[in-house]
């Protein structure tokens, strides 16, 4: 039995990190006002900045089949699918989230079991616009600046900030230390939607990992997305 406990509390934990996606908003940068006078003669116009890319709002169907599927992850994973729903409202250190995601899809793959089992989810989670997906994302990385111990699911818990590859506009990870067991989440920021990957496990948690399907995810979302 307590085999069992133990996996299961990853899984909530994992599952519990997947809503944290930030508030406090940040006010949007305005976008650069097109210019119809000619530049004054004492400097030269300014290069015209690159189109920032433009993504679609899609619908729960099209977003959950953007989430990568079993293929895209590490051998010896089966889909798990009596867990791969992304209902928890639990967010770092309780803060308040500024927006809330209009569609919200999860997967979850396992592999293994008792102190063995390892555990994979992928998310995506859409907000009506872009600046409302930078606002949550800024907040959540604001938190995390000073949130280091909170409590999940009845467990205390401890964060720490983690170094990921840069992927999407931004992107941050985070360790969770709980009792028993390890969870490790990378969140990017693209367009309208908030990125995530994670794995979990009571021996071992691999941020290569989280960072190779975080950058997998972040294309595959990008290509679904694409305006």
Not at 32 to 55: D, I, R
Not at 199 to 226: E, I
Request: hydrophobic content about 35%; aromatic content about 4%.
């Amino acid at each position: 039995m307590p085999r069992k406990l133990m996996s299961r509390s990853m899984a909530v934990v994992m599952a519990a990190s997947l809503a944290l996606t930030g508030c406090g908003a940040e006010s949007p940068r305005p976008e650069p006002a097109a210019s119809g006078a000619s530049a004054p003669t004492t400097a030269p116009a300014p290069e015209p900045s690159p189109a920032a890319p433009t993504y679609k709002i899609l619908g729960k169907a099209a977003l959950t089949k953007a989430l990568l599927p079993l293929n895209a992850i590490p051998t010896g994973y089966s889909e798990d699918e009596s867990d791969s729903s992304d209902s928890s409202d639990k967010t770092f250190c309780n803060y308040r989230q500024p927006y809330v995601a209009k569609v919200k899809v999860s997967k979850s793959y396992q592999k293994g079991g008792g102190l063995s089992a390892q555990l994979i989810l992928v998310s995506l989670r859409q907000y009506a616009s872009p600046a409302q997906a930078k606002a949550s994302f800024d907040k959540m990385a604001k938190t995390l600046e000073t949130c280091r111990k909170d409590t999940s699911d009845g467990q205390k818990v401890s964060y720490a900030l983690m170094n990921l590859p840069d992927v999407g506009e931004k992107s941050l990870g985070v360790r969770i230390e709980l009792q028993g067991g390890t969870a490790l989440q990378g969140f990017a920021l693209v367009g309208p939607t908030l990125v995530t990957t994670g794995t979990a496990g009571v021996m071992s948690a691999d941020a290569d990992v989280v960072a190779d399907l975080l950058g997998k995810q972040v294309d595959r979302y990008s290509t679904a997305a694409a305006g």
